[in-house]
């Protein structure tokens, strides 16, 4: 079975610019979550998707936004870019709704200038 | 709210060595899921076990081993005969289900360097 895939896997981008980052998530599974990684403030929660409804959401501003789609993939917005959005971004999946181990993809390792 | 404290920031051991990493949480939920997971320099998170409260069973899988014990609020995790595959950053993750919130709280994670 493939595993979480997730693209781009690098990105530079521009303050003031916006990104959309895709996960695609292990086949079957129809919650996918995603997750910020800093060296400043270690894995934080961004938000849960479940059968293309939001579930959960982490403490970030409202230009953080995400869907998911009839076929379990999700996309993740970052809006108007600042220079603490740079970060790895992690998608993982999991075959049910809560508790459930979850499966991590490679990431996104996004740097804003 | 939830909490995980992984006291050791960074442990450094020559191969063969065993090596013990600390996990305590804090949880008000009575029904919660505990994890750990591994980050190689390449950056993905790979899943190694996730324990329910209700099972305080010990478990070991090859050179890895987990010790949980409710009464301290902790999860360490154990590997045996280290070698220089393991070196990557681990980190100790909780889950809960109060209010249906299921999402991860992460430790700050251990850095392990395992020296030839």
């Known amino acids: 079975k493939a595993g979480v895939t997730q693209t781009p896997r690098y990105l530079i981008k521009t303050r003031g610019q916006q990104v959309t980052l895709s996960c695609s998530p292990i086949?079957?599974?129809?919650?996918v979550s995603w997750y910020q990684q800093t060296p400043g403030q270690g894995l934080q929660f961004l938000f849960e998707?479940?059968?293309?409804?939001?579930?959960n959401k982490g403490n970030f501003p409202g230009r953080f936004s995400g869907r998911q789609f009839s076929n379990s993939r999700s996309e993740m917005n970052v809006s108007t870019l600042e220079l603490g959005d740079s970060a790895l971004y992690l998608c993982?999946?999991?075959?049910?709704?809560?508790?459930?181990?979850?499966?991590f993809g490679p990431g996104t390792r996004l740097t804003v200038t | 709210a939830q909490k995980v404290t992984q006291a050791q920031t960074e442990i450094s051991v020559v191969e063969k060595e065993d090596v013990t990493l600390d996990c305590v949480y804090e949880?008000?939920?009575?029904?919660?899921?505990l994890f750990w997971y591994k980050q190689p320099p390449s950056g993905e998170l790979v899943f190694l076990i996730r324990?329910?409260?209700?099972?305080?069973q010990n478990e070991i899988s090859g050179r890895y081993s987990w010790n949980f014990q409710k009464s301290t609020s902790s999860f360490n995790f154990t590997i045996t005969a280290s070698q220089v595959v393991d070196s990557a950053v681990y980190f100790c993750?909780?889950?809960?289900?109060?209010?249906?919130?299921?999402?991860?709280?992460f430790g700050a994670g251990t850095t392990v360097t395992v020296r030839a």
């Open positions: 993982a999946s999991s075959s049910v709704l809560g508790g459930h181990e979850q499966y």
């Open positions: 086949s079957g599974h129809r919650s």
């Open positions: 998707y479940f059968s293309e409804t939001q579930r």
């Open positions: 949880t008000r939920d009575t029904t919660y899921y």
């Open positions: 324990r329910n409260s209700f099972d305080e």
């Open positions: 993750a909780l889950s809960g289900e109060l209010y249906n919130d299921y999402k991860l709280s």
